[in-house]
């Protein structure tokens, strides 16, 4: 079996554009992780990997090949933004959004830092604003802490997705300064699963 973690930065805020629309923002970097996993569903062998945007058609055929795609509110957010460059058959891939079944658990949205500061002990790299300020400078040293920015990112939704895998739940500390423990669901469907045996006879 084969899965993408994935991240995206983008060119603008929501300020720029007037709109609320993600596929106004455009998309400065897509980073990924690829990895495959064997039938207990234990990674085999990965590599993170990083496209500017002259770049995205060659990582399409990495998304065709996962049989799950797997990003933090990327349903809402990196998906739509990737609309505009996206092939049309995008949207309707096998994609699982964390942030979506962690709010089906617990009926509210959890940052992404405010999970891996509690769970794993770990944060994120850099401010998000400052990813389109690196964006903007466009010098080869803004660009490298852009793209290191991005892939950290990743290294933070795969290491936390893989805990939630496992583990069965998830910690963080709420709006009201409480340590919550969510329990959560990441595992595959079993027709998922088929389908992914199905393909490995062929």
């Known amino acids: 079996m084969f899965e993408v973690i994935f991240d995206l930065e983008t060119k603008k805020f929501f300020d720029d554009t007037g709109t609320f629309d993600p596929a106004d923002l455009g998309v400065s970097i897509v980073s990924l992780y690829f990895r495959e996993l064997d039938g207990d569903l234990k990674e085999i062998s990965g590599e993170m990997m990083s496209f500017w945007e002259q770049d995205?058609?060659?990582?399409?055929?990495?998304?065709?090949?996962?049989?799950?795609?797997?990003?933090?509110?990327?349903?809402?957010?990196?998906v739509p933004a990737l609309k505009p460059y996206s092939p049309a058959d995008f949207s309707k891939m096998p994609h699982f959004d964390m942030?979506?079944?962690?709010?089906?658990?617990?009926?509210?949205?959890?940052?992404?830092?405010?999970?891996?500061?509690?769970?794993?002990?770990?944060?994120?790299?850099?401010?998000?604003?400052?990813?389109?300020?690196?964006?903007?400078?466009?010098?080869?040293?803004?660009?490298?802490k852009l793209q290191h920015y991005c892939e950290m990112d990743v290294q933070l939704t795969k290491d936390i997705y893989d805990f939630g895998r496992n583990n069965r739940y998830l910690k963080f500390t709420d709006h009201w300064n409480t340590p919550r423990k969510v329990t959560i669901d990441f595992s595959y469907p079993p027709e998922l699963l088929a389908a992914a045996k199905q393909d490995s006879l062929f």
Request: charged content about 25%.
């Open 56 to 78: 995205f058609e060659k990582m399409w055929q990495l998304f065709r090949k996962a049989h799950r795609i797997i990003g933090f509110n990327s349903l809402h957010f990196d």
């Open 99 to 144: 942030l979506a079944a962690i709010k089906d658990e617990f009926g509210h949205r959890i940052s992404l830092n405010a999970i891996a500061k509690d769970t794993l002990n770990s944060q994120k790299s850099d401010h998000g604003s400052n990813a389109i300020k690196y964006w903007s400078a466009g010098d080869k040293e803004s660009l490298a």
